[in-house]
Structure formats: C-alpha cells, structure tokens
C-alpha cells in the first residue's frame, strides 16, 4: 500500500499548467519594476516597454514562421480561441453571409462551447466526427465544406488523449476550397515545431502557461488574409484587433518561454517520450479493464492517458493525490461533477469506460523514477478503490 503520509509530492499535469520557468521570472521581474511605462505611452517610459513588446512580437512570430504584424497578443489560449471563432465568424456577417463553422468532437471547450454559443446565434456550425483514437479524418472535413463554410477549426494536439491531428493535410484541403483554416495549438506549442506556412495554418492559437510560460497570456496569430472582427473593443492597442492595455510582463515573458523551447525541443521531447512509453506499456498491462486512449503512435510526447472500466476518475484522483501523484482526468469534470468525458464518449467508448479517464503528463521535472513508483502504486490504488 502507498504511504499516504508520504511528503513529497510528484507533479504529473503538465497538460494542465507548468512551472514558469526561473529565466522567463527574471525577463518578465524586470518589466514590473524598470521597464514599467505603459506600451501606449508617447514618452520614453513608454517605448521602452513598447520596444519590448515589439521584440518579443517579432520573437514570437519567427517561432512559428509568420511575420511580426500578424501576432494578435491576448490574455490567453481561450481568448485566442474565442477571437479567431467569434472574429471570423462576424466578419463574414457583415460581408452579408450565413457563416458555415467546421469544427471537430475533439475540440477544447474554448472552441466547442464558442461554437455551441455561436449556433444558438444564428451561425451554422457543424461538428465533425472523429476516429477511435480521436483523430479526425481529412476527408470528413472535405465532405463537409459548403459554398458558405468560413472556417474549419481543428485542435493541433488534444489536451486530453493527447492525439495529434493531420493539420497540414487538412490545411491544404481548406486552401484548395479556399477556407480559412484555424488551429488550437495551446497543447501542440510545448513540444512540436509549428510552422504556419507549411501547415497552411491562417490562424493559430497559443496559450503561455502550457509551455513554462506565465499565465493570463497568449496569442492569435494570423495571417491577415481576412477580416477578423475585434471582439474586446476600446482602445487601438494590437493593430485595432485586441483593445486593452498590453500585459507586457506576460508577453515577455512569453516570448523568453517560447525562446527556451527551441533551443532545447528535440532532446527534451525524446527524453519525455521514453517516460511516456514506460507508461503506456506498463500501466494497461498490470490493470485489468484498463485502456490507452488516444493514438499509440499519434500522440504528444509527454502525454500518457487510459480509462478504467467501473472507477469514478474523481475517486481515482482523490487517491492518487493522497499517494502524492497529481494527476488529471483530462476533461474539464470536477469533483462533485461525475460527468463522463464528452470526447471520449465521441470516440465510442461506452459510459463505464468513459467515467474512469485517467491522464498522466510528464515534464521537465518529470524524472524516471517518479514514473517508477506511479507504475508501481497505482495498480494497488485501484485494486484497492474497485475492491477486486
Ligand atoms: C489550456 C488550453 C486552452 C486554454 O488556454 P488558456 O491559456 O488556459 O486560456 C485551450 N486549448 C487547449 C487545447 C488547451 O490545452
């Protein structure tokens, strides 16, 4: 039995949030006190904060192989989300057209729920279907595309089963029809290398916190080849697109997070993806009734993620935070909201399996034997929660 006494705990959320990195405190520590000025400021206090958020625009657009005046920052992945989605899709009804929304069973809430509030609204939006291991199929996209189809949104990597989507193949199906193609790639950002160009990505959401950046800071980066409506209005910050004083902190430190990425991505990715294997080959196969969810050869290299048949995740959870694990069930449920996973019940696993979702991230603190004792105490956890 695991000592629930134990002190020390071990972080296995990654997907979640991750630490802010000690550079990234630093860069972003200098910009509460020295550069203070407010970005908008005609003074000197305010161009040199304004210069810094001009570099880390540049810096951020280079990453990802777009050009400095199409980065859009935001207060997160949501709001980049929500600007692409909402900004599109108004955009294309001042042009005096019904929009047609493409987006898939696999989204984040941040897409799916935009898109449900936008359909209530009067905007056609369809839901595409995905595969069994949460992969959409490009042709189920090509099917789909109408006369009035404005937007296909697709999740680059999914939060919770950690699958990875066919995002270039899709892109240029939605440039042949002359679509514009949007991608949430707050998940994806971490650890692939993202190039909007070769992708024919329009627009790209990102989200700081997911990659040893802070939180409350994101972008939308895109591509300027359609009218995007500014959902959050006042002020001409952001090229018109983004109204509201410029969280330069954030930003900078954004940028130095994304920095730091780079430059150690490869070998970071291949150290994660051997924890992630010893996983995904060890827990299913010393728990009965236990799956890996998700594409075995699809998937984020840091993301780990099963279901049990018959276990409440929450109870799971609760027990494996006792152990001293923190974990997810990777779905938005919350303790005392038993609900089971909307994406796993759309790729067509039954109730039983859908309530006992278990995800398992690992990160730059993630070390072998952590992995080594979360493969040994669970299967006594869960011997112990389902009392065989
Ligand atoms: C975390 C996450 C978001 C939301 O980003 P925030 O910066 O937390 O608002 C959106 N999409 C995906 C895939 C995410 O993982």
Redesign the pocket.
């Known amino acids: 039995m695991p000592d629930i006494r134990k002190q020390s705990r071990t972080y296995l959320d990654y997907?979640?949030?991750t630490p802010v990195h000690p550079e990234v405190i630093d860069r972003m520590v200098a910009c509460y006190s020295a550069t203070f000025g407010n970005p908008s400021s005609s003074h000197q206090y305010g161009q040199e904060a304004d210069n810094l958020v001009e570099e880390a625009r540049q810096s951020v657009a280079a990453h990802f192989n777009a050009r400095a005046e199409d980065v859009i920052f935001t207060?997160?992945?949501?709001?980049?989300?929500n600007l692409a989605i909402r900004g599109t899709a108004a955009g294309a009804q001042r042009s005096g057209k019904t929009a047609h929304i493409l987006y898939t069973a696999v989204?984040?809430?941040?897409?799916s729920v935009t898109c449900e509030q936008l359909h209530i609204a009067g905007v056609e939006t369809e839901r595409v279907p995905v595969g069994a291991d949460g992969i959409v199929d490009p042709d189920e996209i090509r099917q789909r595309i109408r006369q009035n189809t404005v937007l296909v949104t697709v999740?680059?990597?999914?939060?919770e089963i950690g699958s990875i989507n066919p995002v270039g193949e899709i892109g240029r199906i939605c440039r042949e029809r002359g679509v514009l193609f949007h991608s949430?790639?707050?998940?994806?950002a971490a650890h692939l290398p993202i190039n909007m160009d070769k992708e024919s990505i329009d627009l790209l959401?990102?989200?700081?916190?997911?990659f040893y950046g802070p939180?409350?800071?994101?972008a939308l980066i895109w591509r300027g080849n359609s009218i995007l409506v500014p959902q959050i209005t006042g002020g001409r910050q952001e090229n018109d697109l983004r109204a509201g004083t410029s969280n330069v902190p954030g930003i900078v430190g954004m940028a130095a997070a994304l920095e730091r990425l780079t430059e150690g991505m490869g070998a970071e990715s291949r150290r994660l993806a051997q924890l992630r294997d010893k996983l995904i080959e060890t827990i299913p196969a010393t728990i009965t009734d236990c799956v890996l969810t998700g594409s075995k050869n699809h998937r984020l290299p840091n993301h780990a993620s099963f279901a049990f048949r018959n276990l409440e995740a929450n109870r799971m959870l609760a027990a494996l935070d006792m152990a001293g694990f923190a974990c997810s069930s990777g779905s938005a449920c919350k303790t005392g909201d038993p609900q089971p996973s909307e994406i796993l019940l759309a790729m067509g696993y039954a109730r039983e399996y859908a309530s006992g979702s278990l995800r398992i991230t690992v990160g730059s603190a993630t070390t072998e034997a952590d992995v080594d004792r979360l493969v040994q105490d669970l299967p006594v956890i869960v011997r112990r929660l389902r009392g065989y």
Request: cysteine-free; proline content about 0%; glycine content about 14%.
């Open positions: 997907a979640a949030t207060s997160g992945g949501t709001e980049a989300d989204e984040h809430h941040a897409v999740i680059f990597a999914n939060n949430d790639a707050v998940q994806a959401s990102i989200g700081a916190h997911k939180k409350g800071v994101g």
